[in-house]
């Protein structure tokens, strides 16, 4: 397998601007993740979807972000309208609930967005 | 969520074994211990987990006291490429895996 496989690796856009990141979890893995990591926030998680449902989103910062996950191998992380602040790292995991691969995530490369 | 405590930076030389010891004084009854390292512009990736006792794999060994308010990561014989920010993480099952500051480890020739 590829492991998660996550696009663009590198987003430069202008404030105001609609970001699409996207992510392809490890086919067979039942859960996906999404995290922001920055400096000085360290990594959070923001959202996690099960079995395609969305289980948690207490951690998104506020209206501007929404995730999706319309199928089991596609999930997509969307802010709108972008500010500076949104600049980070983000990160999708996906994982297994295996009764030896409790608390595994498989993190993908990571996408570096810059908002101008 | 139990809080974790480990130190911000841990510095050795190639060879040598580290130990990296996390605090964890509010730990619940069904909480697992689980450890991830990350090397800079990568995603983290696990190491091991461990609920009680010993612990260990082909990577390092995990070492929880009875009382399971701490835990120390051992990575033998370390090398130049196991620099990299190691996370100390306690909960229950996949849901809000937190990480905090992680313990900066920096192997030297």
């Known amino acids: 397998d590829a492991g998660v496989i996550q696009s663009p690796r590198h987003e430069v856009t202008e404030m105001g601007q609609e970001v699409t990141l996207r992510c392809k979890p490890i086919?067979?893995?039942?859960?996906l993740f999404w995290y922001r990591q920055t400096m000085m926030r360290g990594l959070e998680l923001l959202i996690y979807f099960n079995n395609n449902v969305p289980i948690d989103d207490s951690g998104m910062p506020e209206d501007r972000f929404s995730a999706k996950m319309p199928n089991a191998s596609f999930s997509t992380l969307k802010i709108q309208p972008s500010e500076p602040r949104d600049s980070a790292v983000y990160f999708c995991?996906?994982?297994?609930?295996?009764?030896?691969?409790?608390?595994?995530?498989?993190f993908g490369p990571g996408t570096r967005l810059t908002v101008l | 969520l139990a809080k974790t405590t480990q130190p911000i930076s841990m510095d050795s030389y190639e060879g040598q074994e580290v130990n990296i010891t996390c605090s964890h004084n509010?730990?619940?009854?069904?909480?697992?211990i689980t450890w991830y390292q990350q090397f800079p512009s990568q995603g983290p990736r696990f190491i091991i987990q461990?609920?009680?006792t010993k612990v260990t794999n082909e990577v390092a060994s995990l070492f929880i006291p009875a009382d399971r308010k701490s835990s120390t990561l051992s990575l033998p014989r370390v090398s130049l490429s196991d620099t990299a920010v190691y996370y100390c993480?306690?909960?229950?099952?996949?849901?809000?895996?937190?990480f905090g500051t992680g313990t900066r480890l920096l192997v030297s020739p």
């Open positions: 086919s067979g893995h039942d859960y």
């Open positions: 995991a996906s994982s297994f609930m295996g009764w030896d691969s409790y608390n595994e995530q498989f």
């Open positions: 993480l306690v909960n229950t099952g996949f849901q809000k895996l937190v």
């Open positions: 461990g609920y009680k």
């Open positions: 509010n730990i619940a009854t069904n909480d697992y």
